[in-house]
């Protein structure tokens, strides 16, 4: 069972930038790949990106897209979202999961981590 842990939120200014984490242990075959999700207050939970860990091949929300940037440290089992031009509507708990292929839902992901909070102010 993969155990996931998310860190590196906290409170920006619009425009600004975070870059979070997410350190894998226990990976196995059904985790191949690895997907950012966000959950707003009284919204449910919504696809970010997601990356392959073999190779890096990635896939982005249209709402994040040329802003946010996945990427992975395979020596580190480590993911990392870098989050630029970010927006008070990114404002959201960001977690981390891995599943076994490209998905987009969350319900094909497991592994959830605690999550770490964003907040972005106008």
């Known amino acids: 069972q993969v155990h996931l842990v998310e860190s590196g939120g906290g409170l920006v200014q619009a425009g600004g930038s975070l870059r979070l984490s997410c350190a894998a242990s226990g990976r196995s075959s059904s985790s191949y790949f690895m997907g950012w999700f966000r959950q707003a207050s009284g919204k449910e939970r919504e696809f970010v990106a997601a990356?392959?860990?073999?190779?890096?091949?990635?896939l982005y929300a249209n709402s994040v897209k040329g802003r946010f940037t996945i990427s992975r440290d395979t020596g580190k089992n480590t993911v990392y979202l870098q989050m630029n031009s970010l927006k008070p509507e990114d404002t959201a708990v960001y977690y981390c999961?891995?599943?076994?292929?490209?998905?987009?839902?969350?319900?094909?992901?497991?592994?959830w981590g605690q999550g770490t909070q964003v907040t972005v102010s106008s």
């Open positions: 999961a891995a599943a076994n292929n490209m998905y987009t839902i969350a319900t094909m992901y497991a592994g």
């Open positions: 990356i392959r860990w073999s190779g890096g091949s990635t």
